[in-house]
């Protein structure tokens, strides 16, 4: 079934008063977080594939997103970056369908149309931006998250201790799916957690596990958690003793601590 610029899988599965959660690349995936994110609920909840771009050339500048060749099998297979979605049955009243999406180098607003026309077609009650931003903080404190939410959404994410975004600056042409969805009885939601500017880390495991907190909270997600915090707390001791090795970086560490401690009594 084609859907705007993206071919759905056929025949639709039927889904229960469905919720999106949404990564953008390269664009607040910091330190892969939102990847890893939804990969983690992808594999709890068994997701399975949906859809995807019929033409994702017609959107992305591939000397920028660069195609993979991989041999599977001794056969040479050649992979195209694409955005793709997958769905999964949730463990409640809500199903759950998974954007993976990359940022657009052209025809933006199509995209951003082409979404919304998704979540439409597929009755998505709430669709929820989820990703990272790098910013002064230290990581030897708890990860501030920062979000927004429409409807009753806003005061939930008080409740879980998220912080209201200030943030004004430049921005991705798929906020505008953010923008439009209300327009459509679409509840939306962001969900962002700020990672030490100075870590720098492909992939970072306490940045995962404290939107997996969050989201394990919001939905009561019965998600095993023990093994995403050992490694959070691993990969963060070895920053530690890193820092420890270097005098500057520990007197960065100091102020940004102080920064923090400043900031948080502000909003309290």
């Known amino acids: 079934?084609?859907?705007?610029?993206?071919?759905?899988?056929?025949?639709?599965?039927?889904?229960?008063?469905?919720?999106?959660?949404?990564?953008?690349?390269?664009?607040?995936?910091?330190?892969?977080?939102?990847?890893?994110?939804?990969?983690?609920l992808e594999s709890q909840f068994k997701a399975q594939p949906l859809g995807r771009l019929i033409k994702p050339g017609s959107f992305f500048d591939f000397t920028r997103y660069r195609p993979v060749i991989r041999l599977i099998e001794g056969r040479r297979e050649v992979r195209i970056p694409n955005t793709f979605i997958n769905y999964a049955k949730g463990p409640a009243e809500n199903d759950l369908v998974f954007f993976h999406m990359l940022e657009p180098h052209m025809h933006g607003e199509v995209y951003a149309e082409s979404v919304l026309k998704v979540l439409q077609e597929l009755g998505i009650r709430r669709y929820c931006l989820i990703g990272a931003m790098y910013d002064a903080v230290p990581h030897t404190k708890p990860l501030i998250v920062t979000g927004i939410a429409s409807g009753p959404g806003e005061s939930t994410l008080r409740r879980l201790g998220a912080r209201s975004s200030d943030y004004e600056g430049p921005t991705t042409i798929a906020i505008l799916?953010?923008?439009?969805?209300?327009?459509?009885?679409?509840?939306?939601?962001t969900l962002i957690v700020h990672l030490p500017q100075y870590s720098q880390m492909d992939e970072d495991y306490a940045g995962r596990l404290r939107l997996l907190e969050m989201i394990s909270s919001l939905y009561n997600f019965p998600i095993d958690l023990d093994q995403s915090r050992r490694e959070a707390e691993q990969q963060y001791a070895k920053l530690s003793l890193a820092a420890e090795a270097e005098p500057r970086v520990k007197e960065i560490i100091r102020r940004l601590e102080a920064y923090y401690e400043e900031r948080i009594s502000q909003t309290e």
Not at 7 to 17: F, K, M, S, W
Not at 178 to 186: D, F, G, H, W
């Open 1 to 40: 079934m084609r859907i705007g610029a993206f071919q759905l899988d056929e025949p639709l599965p039927p889904l229960r008063e469905p919720h999106a959660f949404a990564l953008l690349r390269p664009w607040i995936d910091v330190g892969s977080v939102g990847s890893l994110t939804i990969a983690a």
């Open 177 to 189: 799916i953010s923008q439009e969805a209300p327009k459509y009885n679409i509840e939306v939601m």
